[in-house]
């Protein structure tokens, strides 16, 4: 009964949460990092900057969103949203003039699925950070 | 920014062993597990790369 009283007592606000995850989804593994997890923070900030430093040399494509039939929509919104998940990489980049067009052959087509999957993976940071900021994780 | 030429295992590597660090460190609540999630999905995603390749290769004809 006590148990019962103890795990519903609620949590951090959502305004203690927020700077978590802005920092999270800025600079991968920081979130992690402002919470004292070091390890954890330098593993996840070099993961995914080595996976987004890839996608760069491998000249990936950048994402931009476009509307059509439902398939271009879907895989061109989500690329973006996946791109941009990458926070300060993406931003940076992007100001600093890279713009590469989708050319064919393997390599940029791997580079364009790394910058698309560090973003997905700094959700992932992201979300872990948060559960810890909650006091749901250690 | 130089540029990187791979073969698609070269590719594949790295895309595996950047996911499964991150995947590793995620998932799950001690080091020790962290560690050996991360090797299980790391070994995961060489068999997947094997077999997948393989399969193209019987497959091709």
């Avoid at chain 1, 593993?43 to 969103?65: D, E, I, N, S, W």
């Avoid at chain 2, 999905?41 to 290769?57: D, E, K, P, T």
Wanted: net charge positive.
């Amino acid at each position: 009964m006590a148990k019962d009283k103890e795990s519903r007592q609620p949590g951090p606000s959502f305004g203690a949460l927020a700077p978590v995850l802005a920092l999270s989804w800025l600079i991968p593994g920081a979130g992690h990092l402002m919470l004292k997890r070091t390890g954890r923070g330098m593993l996840l900030l070099l993961a995914v900057t080595g996976m987004f430093a890839c996608g760069l040399m491998m000249r990936g494509a950048m994402f931009q969103p476009e509307s059509g039939d439902l398939l271009t929509t879907v895989i061109n919104t989500g690329g973006f949203i996946g791109d941009i998940a990458s926070g300060l990489l993406y931003l940076l980049s992007v100001w600093l003039g890279y713009n590469q067009p989708d050319t064919a052959g393997h390599v940029h087509d791997y580079g364009t699925k790394f910058l698309v999957t560090a973003g997905l993976l700094n959700v992932l940071a992201m979300v872990d950070a948060f559960e810890i900021a909650a006091g749901r994780k250690d | 920014m130089p540029k990187m030429n791979l073969t698609h295992f070269e590719a594949a590597f790295l895309f595996s062993l950047f996911t499964s660090v991150v995947l590793g460190v995620v998932t799950k609540r001690t080091d020790r597990d962290r560690l050996h999630y991360g090797v299980y999905v790391f070994v995961c995603f060489f068999v997947a790369l094997f077999g997948l390749g393989w399969l193209m290769y019987l497959g091709h004809g």
